[in-house]
């Protein structure tokens, strides 16, 4: 199924900037329906293609991550299990890619905004005249309602979803999710065209667009955080050239990871004459992390893998 062709439409203007199960859901479905749904960026329109530096500074961070729904699935109950199918995304035209002070992996060495914004109306994602990043949509933000009464930040990921930025949510995946509340309560948003796997420096390429998907239940299947199935190899865009590969190692996960993104910036820097806030916004939208070794104490080992196919010639 393609991008209009769903059984029913959500538009952007029915959103929620926290997890709240009080609500009202903006469409109810039965299991088994199709939806498009129109997703926001995450900065709610805060930033467009004319944005500065000043305007990253002057973000209302109230106003940041925006979902779209609720969606009520007809017959979902505390204990099922929804699977989202992820049928398609609409074209997006433009997006955002920030360094945000007081966020990202490095905030405590990047303490100034920088923004770049792109032209993606040809369909690609050109970071200079050298560097191409391929386009690979995916909802940032994605999830169910929680069962604790209130609102509750979008900013963090969840058992019931959230901001889990998982890249390899895009077209075809079947993303499981928890269902803590009567109906569900399905919303998305933080639409993304690319990113590395741990969005280091807070940001992807962040962009608005639509998107496409299919709700089944199952009834009576409990799990306790999201699971997910990926139709094929998660990165065939990435691998044809091979990788360059820097590591970090240290008896803190969090420290390791920072060494081998460091170290990464460090090589962008040197070999391909990048900014070092350049090579840090790009480490966040083309870079993907991995845990190498977890078992070797007192030393854990993190790899930052750069794809070779994104520079151009």
């Not at 209009?4 to 900037?17: N, P």
């Not at 499981?176 to 309560?185: D, H, I, N, R």
């Not at 280091?200 to 962009?207: L, N, P, S």
Request: glycine fraction near 10%; proline fraction near 7%; aromatic fraction near 8%.
């Amino acid at each position: 199924m393609s991008m209009g062709k769903c059984q029913h439409s959500i538009h952007a203007h029915h959103r929620h900037f926290g997890w709240d199960n009080t609500i009202l859901p903006a469409l109810e479905v039965e299991p088994g329906t199709s939806v498009e749904i129109e997703v926001g960026d995450a900065s709610a329109g805060q930033l467009h293609l004319r944005s500065t530096m000043a305007d990253v500074g002057a973000l209302d961070f109230s106003r940041i991550n925006p979902v779209t729904g609720p969606i009520f699935i007809k017959g979902a109950r505390p204990g099922d299990t929804l699977e989202v199918e992820i049928l398609d995304f609409g074209a997006t035209s433009w997006g955002w890619t920030a360094i945000i002070p007081g966020f990202g992996l490095l905030a405590d060495e990047f303490r100034e905004p920088w923004l770049k914004t792109w032209d993606l109306s040809k369909g690609q994602a050109l970071f200079n005249d050298e560097i191409s990043v391929p386009i690979k949509p995916f909802p940032g933000t994605i999830g169910t309602a929680l069962k604790e009464p209130g609102v509750h930040s979008i900013v963090p990921p969840r058992y019931n979803g959230g901001n889990m930025d998982i890249r390899h949510l895009t077209r075809g995946t079947r993303l499981l999710l928890p269902v803590s509340v009567e109906g569900a309560l399905f919303s998305v948003g933080d639409t993304h065209a690319a990113q590395g796997d741990g969005e280091v420096c807070g940001t992807a390429i962040e962009a608005p667009m639509g998107m496409a998907v299919r709700f089944k239940l199952h009834k009576g299947r409990t799990i306790q955080e999201p699971r997910y199935i990926i139709a094929g190899a998660p990165t065939p865009e990435a691998d044809a050239k091979g990788y360059y590969v820097t590591t970090g190692q240290a008896p803190d996960l969090h420290e390791a990871t920072r060494k081998a993104v460091r170290f990464m910036i460090e090589h962008l820097q040197e070999e391909h004459a990048l900014s070092r806030e350049e090579a840090y916004a790009l480490c966040s939208v083309a870079v993907d992390l991995r845990i190498s070794e977890i078992v070797d104490a007192p030393n854990w080992l993190v790899s930052a893998f750069l794809p070779q196919a994104i520079f151009r010639g």
